[in-house]
């Protein structure tokens, strides 16, 4: 009786022995995953503003056509912007409309006797263009055109005769945007403006034809929807 006493001892003591030392099988550690990237993509309507700087040109000639003054007319411009885009794979179509205020101005001197004086007053400027543009991971080069409208006051100082009015026209330009956040987007961009002429029939009975083009650099950062 003593032995087998003693052998279940030894039994049960060699059992707890060789399952102390069987190594311990701990659960897999899962990697973290890094959160996934945001998909950036232009389609959508936007909206912002858009600030820079203009300098243009008008030139007022007389009904034969003869050049009468012609002077530069700069200045600031700021307004607002919106338009829609919609994105096919890396290209981007879209339409866009803008307004902006604006105090560029300048003068001239008539070239020939009695050499009266000019001035040229913007007051504000608007464009709605198409685009076209070209995505690559989140920056676009784009080019865009439409049509240009300009309110452009004319001031024959001499006469003190002053005529404003409304000048349509056509633009051309070209930028590059980029989306900073899946609704932020930032771009520079140029805009040729070629505002067209206007007539206008002095008192004396005299007619002139004023014309006005502009170039315009200017940044823009708008909303995503």
């Not at 858009?50 to 700069?74: F, I, K, M, N, Q």
Request: proline residues 5%; charged residues 15%; negative net charge.
């Amino acid at each position: 009786m003593n032995r087998l006493l003693l052998a279940a001892t030894l039994v049960t003591a060699f059992a707890a022995s060789a399952g102390a030392t069987e190594p311990t099988v701990l659960p897999p550690v899962l990697e973290a995953q890094a959160p996934a990237m945001p998909v950036l993509n232009w389609a959508g309507y936007y909206v912002g503003g858009h600030a820079g700087y203009l300098w243009g040109h008008t030139v007022v000639r007389e009904e034969s056509g003869a050049v009468v003054a012609l002077g530069p007319t700069d200045g600031f411009v700021g307004g607002i912007l919106g338009g829609a885009n919609w994105q096919f794979g890396t290209w981007v179509v879209g339409g866009e409309g803008d307004f902006g205020w604006t105090d560029a101005h300048g003068n001239g001197v008539e070239m020939s006797p009695p050499a009266d004086k000019f001035t040229y007053r913007i007051r504000w400027t608007s464009h709605v263009r198409a685009r076209l543009g070209y995505d690559f991971d989140g920056t676009m080069v784009y080019l865009a055109g439409g049509l240009a409208i300009a309110q452009l006051h004319v001031e024959e100082v001499t006469q003190r005769i002053l005529v404003g009015s409304t000048y349509p026209g056509g633009t051309v330009g070209f930028g590059v945007e980029h989306l900073f956040t899946p609704q932020i987007a930032g771009r520079i961009e140029y805009l040729y403006d070629d505002f067209g002429s206007k007539t206008y029939t002095l008192p004396d009975g005299d007619k002139y034809k004023a014309s006005l083009t502009a170039h315009t650099v200017r940044g823009a950062v708008s909303y995503k929807f």
